[in-house]
């Protein structure tokens, strides 16, 4: 059997691998949805909030939503009808939006880092510097890379002929998992796909160094104790999505073929496709005083709507 973009529906079928532990998936699920939709909502909602880092912060959100809702609700229809079918155009669909929003949310984390630089070495002219053109440039700049990624990756493994098994090694169509069932040779699209992730995740990443270097300096220079701590604090939250959501991809796709069970690829989307997008809004919201701030004016304004 040839798998072709032209295939007739009923032979171009793939199956996928099992999720381990679905109810487990489901809860990070239900709390990433949840998460992300009541941050979006607050930053929406409140004036305090409509500030350069929380627009920022309402995108990565937006695309957390939209990278947890391209993955596991195909899981849990799979695990809930006892298939593990997925199309070979669905397959190629969710390649491009998976790769379109890691590169996208890769590349907003980077810029986000520069913006922190920006509000602690240049606090006075912070307004100025990250006016709302420069923040729409940053955003769109940010979707447009992934996007043109993703689209890129899509067509090239969707115009690969597949042979023989149709089974799909992971537990959603990742481009890699998808390229061992190809029938012809494809280390020029390994090629290319290495680049890719090389320019996706070491340009935002290095920007990301070299602001938390600058960032670093100026809170040397900082004389009051308060300010130093304001400083870490803003810092922090950042520092530990950057962890988590590059630790994870650089595991994934920055090691030699040879070093890579597919369980360990495995494990290591995990993090980006359900972890991540549920870590980032705890992570942003729980240790920031604004939007807690946030969250307990609208449930006063709940609670006194429902008295009335």
């Excluded at 979707?143 to 597949?162: C, E, H, T």
Aim: with cysteine; aromatic share 10%.
């Amino acid at each position: 059997v040839i798998l072709t973009l032209g295939s007739p529906p009923q032979a171009s079928l793939l199956s996928l691998c099992p999720c381990r532990d679905p109810p487990t998936v489901m809860v990070v699920f239900t709390v990433a949805l949840c998460g992300n939709v009541l941050l979006i909502f607050l930053i929406y909602m409140d004036p305090q909030l409509h500030t350069p880092m929380y627009f920022f912060l309402s995108q990565l959100s937006l695309m957390d939503l939209m990278l947890v809702c391209n993955v596991v609700p195909k899981m849990a229809a799979n695990f809930l009808s006892g298939r593990k079918s997925i199309s070979f155009v669905g397959c190629g669909i969710q390649i491009g939006f998976f790769v379109s929003l890691v590169g996208s949310e890769g590349l907003l984390l980077g810029l986000m880092a520069y913006d922190r630089y920006v509000a602690i070495s240049h606090p006075l002219h912070y307004p100025i510097l990250m006016n709302q053109k420069v923040c729409l440039q940053i955003i769109g700049s940010s979707w447009a890379f992934g996007i043109i990624d993703g689209v890129i990756q899509m067509v090239a493994a969707m115009s690969l002929p597949y042979c023989g098994s149709r089974n799909v090694d992971h537990f959603f169509c990742e481009v890699q998992a998808l390229l061992k069932l190809a029938c012809v040779d494809t280390s020029l699209f390994d090629t290319l796909l290495f680049a890719c992730c090389v320019f996706m995740l070491l340009l935002p990443f290095s920007i990301i160094v070299a602001s938390f270097a600058c960032i670093l300096g100026a809170v040397l220079r900082m004389r009051s104790a308060q300010t130093w701590k304001k400083a870490l604090a803003t810092c922090s939250s950042h520092l530990t999505a950057v962890t988590v959501f590059y630790g994870a991809a650089m595991f994934m796709y920055l090691r030699p073929r040879r070093y890579r069970p597919p369980s360990h690829d495995k494990v290591a989307s995990i993090f980006y496709t359900v972890l991540t997008p549920m870590l980032n809004p705890l992570i942003y919201s729980l240790r920031n005083q604004e939007v807690m701030g946030a969250l307990r004016k609208a449930l006063n304004h709940c609670r006194i709507g429902s008295q009335h």
